[in-house]
């Protein structure tokens, strides 16, 4: 049996074919850190991408203008406006802004927000 100094010591019972083992064993497990690490990485740069903050003008103009709002309220992740008039709406420039989850009522329409649009949105309400 070959010696190997640096990596067992003379009192080990220690055969080749268990260090070959431990060895398999040890970069399988490096291998699944690394492929862990990648996944966090890519998963941070998507968290923190940053969103354009959304512009009060443009959001009033695709929704008709300030007049055409009678009232807004926001539950949890969704938000609710009140309007007059529903042909004032531009479903487009909506979804333009990053509002693609709504629903168009006769005189409503409701959003759901994630979290990057909620962070936004209280800059509207206020």
Do not use: H, W
Not at 41 to 49: A, F, G, M, R, V
């Amino acid at each position: 049996m070959i010696n190997l100094i640096f990596l067992i010591s003379p009192q080990a019972d220690l055969t080749i074919g268990e260090i070959a083992i431990y060895i398999c064993v040890g970069i399988v497990f490096l291998i699944l850190i690394c492929i862990g690490l990648i996944f966090l990485i890519s998963y941070l740069k998507k968290k923190n991408k940053n969103i354009k903050k959304i512009d009060k003008n443009e959001l009033f103009l695709s929704l008709g203008s300030k007049e055409n709002i009678l009232n807004f309220e926001q539950k949890g992740s969704r938000l609710s406006i009140f309007f007059k008039n529903k042909d004032l709406i531009d479903v487009n420039k909506l979804k333009d802004l990053g509002f693609n989850n709504y629903i168009l009522l006769s005189n409503k329409i409701t959003f759901t927000l994630d979290e990057n649009l909620k962070k936004y949105i209280k800059d509207f309400l206020n």
